[in-house]
């Protein structure tokens, strides 16, 4: 019985440079929205957007390595990804909690 | 290419909604990409954390810590769109820090030519799946950072529900 593996098919067919270029483009627009934004949710967005970047090159990286190093590591940074958004996010909460607002620019009670 | 335009509509888009919606459509892109890279366990992985967890915490996060208008009454705000907004700040700073850095990259990725490696040295393995030797390697080489990476998901469970049950 013939087994279809659709995988199969597109395996190696884009060049390891586009990965890389599309992993820095992606790296450069997370900076930027963590710069650049106010809200505090909206930043943890950015830094989400950062680690996949990252995640995206040891991926394409790993297309090479027989001992699939670089997949294994970006399982263990997906992981990490999601315990940082989680404590992040109840950070945030007790931030709302206290000063009514996640407006990073006006959670400055420590420059009074 | 659907990642980096949806990725840029995160940047651009004021609306903190529009800004999650289209990081959905990133992180599924992303997982696309892991699927031309030939990481089939890694994108499965990827939609299941990122689109099933960790953006629906987003959410989540958008809608507890939104004030509406105090001014306005219950009435008044139940008749216009909800509209949570984010302002922008610094903005020439983030244009100079995330352009500088894609500058920064984009030479050294050039200077690096990976395409003759590519053409001589190597090329990229072909598998059937990932699936194997993912788990083997888990259970094997990896054991200890599995361990490890699991109390580290235990703590911040804790932690966070610790943290979000704190009344003052």
Request: glycine share 8%; proline share 2%; net charge positive.
């Given at each position: 019985m013939p087994v279809f593996y659709p995988l199969l098919a597109v395996n190696s067919a884009i060049p390891l440079s586009y990965f890389v270029l599309a992993s820095?483009?992606?790296?450069?627009?997370?900076?930027?929205?963590?710069?650049?934004?106010?809200?505090?949710?909206?930043?943890?967005?950015?830094?989400e957007l950062m680690?996949?970047?990252?995640?995206?090159?040891?991926?394409?990286?790993?297309?090479?390595?027989?001992?699939?190093k670089g997949q294994m590591f970006g399982l263990f940074v997906i992981v990490v990804a999601a315990a940082e958004a989680v404590v992040a996010l109840a950070i945030v909460l007790l931030v709302?909690?206290?000063?009514?607002?996640?407006d990073l620019d006006e959670v400055n009670e420590m420059k009074r | 290419m659907l990642t980096l335009g949806s990725a840029v509509v995160v940047l651009l888009s004021r609306n903190v909604l529009y800004s999650a919606y289209s990081l959905l459509l990133t992180f599924v892109g992303i997982a696309a990409l892991y699927v031309?890279?030939?990481a089939d366990f890694l994108a499965v992985t990827q939609l299941m954390v990122y689109v099933g967890g960790v953006l629906v915490l987003l959410v989540f996060g958008v809608m507890l810590t939104h004030r509406g208008?105090?001014?306005k009454s219950v009435a008044q705000r139940?008749?216009?769109?909800?509209?949570?907004?984010?302002?922008?700040?610094?903005?020439?700073?983030?244009?100079?820090?995330?352009?500088?850095?894609?500058?920064?990259l984009f030479t050294v990725i050039q200077k690096a030519?990976?395409?003759?490696?590519?053409?001589?040295?190597?090329d990229p393995i072909t598998r059937v799946s990932t699936v194997p030797d993912v788990g083997i390697h888990l259970m094997t080489d990896y054991a200890l950072p599995f361990e490890v990476v699991g109390v580290l998901l235990l703590a911040a469970?804790?932690?966070?529900?610790?943290?979000?049950?704190i009344r003052n």
């Open positions: 820095a483009a992606l790296f450069s627009i997370g900076l930027g929205v963590v710069v650049v934004k106010r809200n505090a949710i909206v930043v943890l967005m950015g830094v680690l996949n970047a990252a995640n995206l090159n040891l991926v394409a990286f790993s297309r090479y390595d027989p001992d699939l709302y909690r206290r000063f009514q607002t996640v | 031309l890279a030939g208008d105090a001014q139940a008749t216009e769109p909800n509209v949570v907004r984010t302002n922008h700040g610094r903005t020439l700073a983030g244009v100079l820090v995330a352009g500088g850095m894609f500058a920064l030519d990976f395409t003759r490696n590519e053409a001589t040295f190597y469970l804790i932690g966070a529900a610790y943290l979000s049950s």
